[in-house]
């Protein structure tokens, strides 16, 4: 299984950017799966996270709420994180995370240690 986060690149404040979590070797429509970041010097941070069906929650920490948007498209296998309104704060490395055993994405935010498969990272710059 492999998961691939790409999409990242330098934006000005206020601009837009879509992440993408390519898998191959697992079908993600029937799996949770998360958004994390980390920015230079800090800790891994939780983002958010869409469940593995429309009838399960998704989830968006505090920083990010109204502006990003999970979502999900099956027939390409993918799942994006649309950010919007970006800020300088939101310079990171992002990357996607999903797990066979998984079901609910406060398990997955809770505990990232337990999470099987992470992507490599895609870089978010915001800056002028």
């Known amino acids: 299984v492999q998961l691939q986060a790409s999409g990242g690149g330098l934006v000005q404040p206020g601009g837009s950017l879509r992440l993408s979590c390519e898998a191959s070797g697992l079908t993600l429509d029937d799996h949770v799966v998360g958004w994390f970041r980390q920015a230079a010097g800090k800790e891994r941070e939780r983002v958010s996270c869409i469940g593995r069906s429309e009838s399960d929650s998704n989830y968006y920490s505090d920083p990010v709420k109204g502006r990003f948007t999970v979502s999900r498209d099956n027939a390409k296998n993918t799942v994006y994180l649309q950010m919007d309104n970006l800020r300088p704060e939101d310079t990171a490395t992002y990357y996607c995370?999903?797990?066979?055993?998984?079901?609910?994405?406060?398990?997955?935010?809770?505990?990232?240690?337990?999470?099987?498969?992470w992507g490599k990272g895609t870089l978010v710059t915001v800056s002028s």
């Open positions: 995370t999903t797990d066979q055993s998984v079901t609910s994405c406060i398990t997955a935010m809770v505990y990232p240690g337990g999470m099987d498969y």
